[in-house]
């Protein structure tokens, strides 16, 4: 019968692998592509694998402060990325210069509110829990609900004038990976995994057929 800490550890290595496989497609087509927006959307999901390989390594009962303080950093931050991604497929520069200030200026306040709180002993059953100071909470939530704002209704405008069905995939991977993001904050350990998991798994159906505007540009001249 398993253990509490061998069904994490199980469950943390398998996200890992679907997450850092397509991190690994995207950044292969952003290289072949240059495109802004998926170097925004690779990075979100190598900061999504990295997240998760901390918590692989919570789950093998290794902790420290510093290690803590980088999940708690990293995984407000991926949302961000990625929202960061779709933001670079509009042509409304004041927009996208707009929010590009605006993640400075919550990053940065990641950053002071991460190295100013005492954070101490968060886990629980080898799962990022409980006392979480409330300066760090209330920087994530800005900066997660703000993000999932902007991947949603860009992904759907996207939807609407498109039809690709995929969009839809990436909207519903969006909204639940924020709310594993955002779990630890609430205090629902049970479910992050599942979020995690049901998250990736949707991103992987939108994200593996998806097209940027510079991708579809290339087709094209290969096939002209």
Do not use: H
Not at 10 to 31: C, D, E, G, K, Q
Not at 93 to 121: C, D, H, M, P, Q
Not at 176 to 197: D, H, K, N, R, W
């Amino acid at each position: 019968m398993f253990g509490i800490q061998m069904i994490v550890e199980l469950s943390t290595i398998i996200i890992f692998l679907l997450s850092a496989v397509l991190a690994v497609y995207l950044t292969r087509n952003y290289l072949r592509t240059k495109a802004l927006s998926l170097f925004f959307w690779s990075a979100g999901l190598w900061l999504f694998s990295l997240g998760v390989v901390l918590e692989i390594i919570f789950a093998f009962g290794v902790y420290s402060e510093f290690l803590i303080a980088a999940y708690l950093f990293v995984v407000a931050l991926l949302v961000n990325s990625l929202a960061l991604g779709s933001m670079a497929l509009l042509k409304n520069r004041k927009l996208k210069w707009s929010y590009y200030i605006f993640s400075l200026v919550t990053e940065g306040a990641l950053v002071y509110a991460v190295a100013v709180s005492n954070i101490g002993n968060i886990l629980f059953n080898y799962v990022v829990w409980d006392n979480i100071p409330l300066l760090i909470v209330l920087v994530s939530l800005v900066i997660t609900f703000v993000a999932a704002i902007i991947l949603v209704v860009i992904a759907a405008l996207t939807y609407l004038r498109t039809k690709n069905l995929k969009m839809l995939s990436i909207i519903a991977g969006v909204i639940v990976v924020t709310i594993a993001g955002t779990l630890y904050i609430v205090q629902i350990p049970v479910f992050l995994y599942y979020s995690e998991f049901i998250g990736i798994v949707l991103l992987w159906f939108g994200f593996f057929s998806f097209k940027s505007p510079k991708q579809k540009a290339s087709a094209n001249r290969s096939r002209g």
